[in-house]
């Protein structure tokens, strides 16, 4: 059954949404379509006027895949071997490197996609991601609204442009929110899938260990154990050490230097270091959020709050606590926003609760035109929405 026929069949009736919203939606989606549409045209996304592909984020992808494919799947992680190999997934030279900082474990969907060109990977890894988003967003709204609420999140453009994973990640982290209290199995599947992305699961364990979810801890991590020892059967167990010994090359190269613009990066870390803080103090604030994060989302979920508050809490949390994220990883946001509307549309909205939703969305939707970590603000902007209705519940 779908993630959406599953919550459909759950949810009460819920007044429709309102016209000015579902208007201001309806405008955002064909503004993203007319967006890409134009570019693809003009040469500027997926395919270049010359005919060769364009360099973007995607491009790390298929040229892992294509090394794992040609037998050396650990070459993947050394930096001038993979660099090659995307000069050839596009057919010329570029400046820059996207680098390949993934497990294994994810070389399985990689080696797939590098069976096609590149283009046609590009496009198939984008448009076959994007509903499985949509189900997800759709599954916690609980009616078809969900679909246009999903389309029209400002995040949703920025993955389409550089072919990232935000809408299989937000994928994979909604559905384990959705089905966690009925279907923890499920829920455990989901989790151990999204494993590829470590850094986004640092407080699952935590809280769920707390509120003593067991069977979607222990399903999570036999999937992750079955995923890592699979990769290893496939590629061998020198790719896994290969990886384990770039993840420090990893972090000095984006965490330390600042390689990718440290205001990219949509974190405390990101902030601090944009605004000039020294490495130090950006470490030392992270770790604090991140440990003032699992705090409140542990005592959250062992409390008497509602459900949609505390898996509000839990994905905005996920966000909080890693220090590597980046602007398409946002679309991770449109799920705790999921259940935040959900919680609206149940409950009532709280005054100025939807215009909260709406600046989230904005500052989103800014970042093309600032130089600044505007969707840490946006992440923030949403913890603050959610601990207001927490607290408005008075069940902490």
């Not at 995307?86 to 680098?99: D, I, K, L």
Request: hydrophobic fraction near 60%; include cysteine; proline fraction near 5%.
């Amino acid at each position: 059954m779908a993630l959406a026929d599953i919550a459909h069949s759950h949810q009460p009736a819920q007044p429709p949404l309102a016209k000015a919203a579902e208007l201001i939606c309806f405008a955002l989606v064909v503004a993203h379509a007319v967006y890409l549409v134009t570019s693809y045209w003009q040469g500027t996304w997926l395919i270049a006027p010359d005919g060769g592909g364009i360099a973007s984020d995607f491009v790390n992808v298929w040229a892992a895949g294509k090394l794992a494919l040609e037998g050396s799947p650990a070459a993947a992680y050394d930096w001038h071997i993979h660099k090659a190999i995307e000069e050839v997934a596009v057919g010329h030279p570029f400046a820059g490197y996207f680098g390949w900082h993934y497990p294994p474990a994810f070389l399985f969907a990689a080696a797939a996609l590098a069976l096609m060109p590149y283009a046609a990977a590009y496009a198939l890894w984008v448009f076959v991601t994007f509903p499985l988003y949509l189900a997800a967003v759709r599954g916690i709204v609980g009616e078809r609204s969900g679909y246009l609420l999903a389309a029209a999140f400002p995040a949703v453009l920025s993955n389409f442009v550089v072919g990232q994973n935000g809408f299989l990640t937000a994928g994979l982290l909604g559905g384990t929110l959705l089905w966690i209290e009925r279907r923890p199995v499920l829920a455990g599947i989901c989790l151990g899938l999204l494993t590829y992305k470590p850094h986004l699961g640092l407080l699952f364990p935590i809280v769920l260990a707390a509120a003593g979810y067991w069977r979607v801890f222990f399903t999570a991590a036999f999937v992750a154990a079955l995923m890592a020892l699979a990769s290893m059967f496939a590629f061998g167990a020198e790719t896994w050490a290969v990886f384990f010994a770039s993840i420090s090359h990893t972090s000095q190269a984006f965490l330390s230097d600042g390689w990718a613009d440290w205001s990219k990066l949509q974190t405390t870390f990101g902030l601090t270091r944009t605004l000039g803080g020294s490495e130090t103090l950006a470490w030392s604030l992270q770790a604090i959020v991140a440990i003032i994060a699992a705090a409140i989302v542990s005592a959250l979920w062992r409390s008497k709050v509602s459900f949609d508050i505390k898996a509000a809490a839990l994905g905005t949390g996920a966000m909080l606590a890693t220090p590597y994220l980046y602007t398409y990883d946002l679309v991770v946001l449109a799920v705790p926003l999921a259940f935040l509307f959900r919680a609206g549309r149940a409950n009532g909205f709280l005054p100025f609760e939807m215009a909260g939703i709406g600046f989230a969305c904005l500052l989103i939707l800014t970042f093309p035109f600032v130089t600044a970590p505007v969707g840490f603000a946006a992440v923030l902007v949403v913890a603050a929405l959610i601990a207001r209705r927490a607290i408005a519940a008075r069940t902490i």
